[in-house]
C-alpha cells in the first residue's frame, strides 16, 4: 500500500516535471499524456478502496459513539431540569441529601382504603378494596421492624373492617408478641369495635384513637361521620369506658373543618380525658379529596390558617390537645399503604414509591418524602408505650 501511494505521489510529480516541453506539443498532447496516469491510478483504486472504507467506518464509528454520549448527557440534564420543577418517582432524589439514612422510627400502615364512614374531606379514600395476605403484611412488618421500628399505627379506611376487626388483631398481637414493639396503635372511627374484640386483642394494643369531629351528632351527620342510625358520640363513650377497663390508652383525633370550626369542646374533651387529643386542620390531598379523579372533594370543608389558630386559642386549656396544622401535617408522617409502599405527600397528592416487599425499606424509604425533622418538632416521638404511660383514668 504506502508503494501505491509513492507511485500515485511520483506519478503525479512526473506529469508536472515535463510540463515546459509538454506545452510545446499542445494542449491535447498534454490530456494524452495524461490518461495512462489516470488509468493507472484508476486501477490501483480498488486495492486501497477496502482500507480506506475500513477507516472511514471506524471513523463513524467513533463519531456515532460520541453523538450517543451527548444525547444522553442532554438527556441526563432535561431529566434534572425536570427534577427540579416537577418531582416525580422517576426524577425524584433520594432523600435525605445527606447521605444520611432515614429510620423508620414511627410508621402508618394504612392497609385498607375500605370504609364504612363517608366523611367529606377523607384524604385516604376507598380507591382499592386491595389487603395484603396477613403473612405478607407479617413479613413487611418484620422488615421495619429490622430496619428500627419501634412504633406502629394501623389505620385505614377503617381497620376494624377487615375480617370483621380479626385482621388488625392479628396484626396488633403479632407486632406485640412477635415483634415486641414498644407501641402499637390503632386509629378508628370507632364504629366497628366490640368488646370482645378488646378481650382477645386488648392487651396487645397501646393506644387507641377514634376519630370525634364533633359532640354534636347533627354535624357529624353534616361531616359524613356517620353509618344508619349509630350514634357516633355514644360510641366513642363506649370505647372509652372500654379501654379503661382493658388497659388500653384512649385518644382522640379531631379534624378542624368547616362545620365545627366554630365549636366549644372545653367540657366534652375535659370529661372524657384522653391521654392525647390530635387536633387537624383539614387538608387538601390532590387525587384523594380534590381534583377530578378524587372521590372527595374538600373545598367546602377548608379553613384558613387563621380559623384554625381561633379554634386552638379556644382550647389552649386543654393540656393533651396536640395541634396539627397542615405544615406540620404533610411530610411528618411515614406512611405505607395498602401494598406497603411508602407515600410522598410532598408535591399536594400522595406519590407512592415501591413496595418495601419488593426493593426493600432503604430503597423504598428514598421515596417517602419523610421529613424527620418536622417529624420530632410536631412531638412525633412521645411517651408511646402503655408500659411507660401512667394510664390514671
Ligand atoms: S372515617 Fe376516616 S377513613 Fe373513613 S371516611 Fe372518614 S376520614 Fe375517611
Not at 386488648?202 to 344508619?228: H, M, P, T, W
Not at 366534652?268 to 372527595?296: D, M, Y
Request: one cysteine or more; glycine letters at 8%.
Amino acid at each position: 500500500m504506502p508503494g501505491h501511494i509513492y507511485c500515485f505521489w511520483a506519478g503525479r510529480k512526473g506529469i508536472n516535471t515535463p510540463l515546459t516541453s509538454l506545452q510545446t506539443i499542445g494542449k491535447f498532447g498534454y490530456i494524452a499524456a495524461l490518461i495512462p496516469q489516470y488509468l493507472s491510478l484508476c486501477k490501483m483504486l480498488p486495492l486501497f478502496a477496502l482500507p480506506m472504507m475500513e477507516m472511514l467506518s471506524a471513523v463513524w464509528g467513533n463519531f456515532k459513539f460520541l453523538l450517543h454520549s451527548i444525547n444522553i448527557f442532554f438527556f441526563w440534564c432535561w431529566l434534572e431540569i425536570l427534577g427540579k420543577q416537577k418531582t416525580s418517582p422517576l426524577t425524584r432524589k433520594p432523600e435525605p441529601e445527606d447521605g444520611t439514612k432515614v429510620k423508620p422510627t414511627s410508621v402508618n400502615y394504612h392497609f385498607t382504603r375500605q370504609c364504612n364512614y363517608k366523611c367529606g374531606f377523607c384524604f385516604h379514600t376507598a380507591k382499592t378494596s386491595f389487603v395484603l395476605p396477613i403473612e405478607e403484611a407479617k413479613r413487611g412488618l418484620t422488615m421495619l421492624k429490622a430496619a428500627g421500628m419501634e412504633k406502629i399505627n394501623f389505620s385505614g379506611g377503617e381497620p376494624f373492617l377487615q375480617e370483621r376487626g380479626h385482621y388488625v388483631g392479628k396484626l396488633v398481637q403479632f407486632c406485640k408478641e412477635e415483634l415486641k414493639l414498644p407501641s402499637v396503635s390503632i386509629v378508628s372511627n370507632g364504629s366497628l369495635i366490640t368488646e370482645r374484640w378488646f378481650k382477645l386483642y386488648g392487651e396487645y394494643l397501646d393506644i387507641l384513637a377514634v376519630s370525634c369531629d364533633s359532640f354534636n351528632e347533627d354535624v357529624n351527620k353534616l361531616i359524613g361521620r356517620g353509618q344508619g342510625k349509630k350514634n357516633h358520640v355514644e360510641n366513642l363513650l363506649k370505647i372509652r369506658q372500654w379501654c379503661q377497663d382493658y388497659n388500653v390508652a384512649f385518644k382522640i383525633n379531631s379534624v378542624i373543618n368547616r362545620y365545627n370550626v366554630d365549636e366549644d369542646m372545653n367540657d366534652e374533651i375535659s370529661l372524657i380525658n384522653p391521654i392525647r387529643w390530635k387536633v387537624f386542620q383539614c387538608l387538601i390531598i390532590e387525587g384523594e379529596n380534590a381534583g377530578e379523579e378524587a372521590l372527595r372533594q374538600v373545598e367546602t370543608f377548608i379553613i384558613s390558617n387563621k380559623e384554625f389558630k381561633g379554634f386552638l386559642d379556644r382550647h389552649r386549656n386543654i393540656k393533651c390537645l396536640v395541634p396539627e396544622s397542615n405544615e406540620q401535617m404533610r411530610n411528618s408522617y411515614l406512611i405505607l399503604d395498602e401494598y406497603m409502599r411508602f407515600l410522598d405527600c410532598r408535591n399536594g397528592r400522595k406519590d407512592p414509591s415501591k413496595s418495601i416487599l419488593d426493593v426493600g425499606i432503604d430503597n423504598a424509604i428514598q421515596f417517602s418524602g419523610f421529613d424527620e425533622k418536622m417529624f420530632f418538632k410536631r412531638g412525633g416521638k412521645y411517651v408511646w408505650s402503655k408500659a411507660d404511660l401512667r394510664l390514671e383514668w
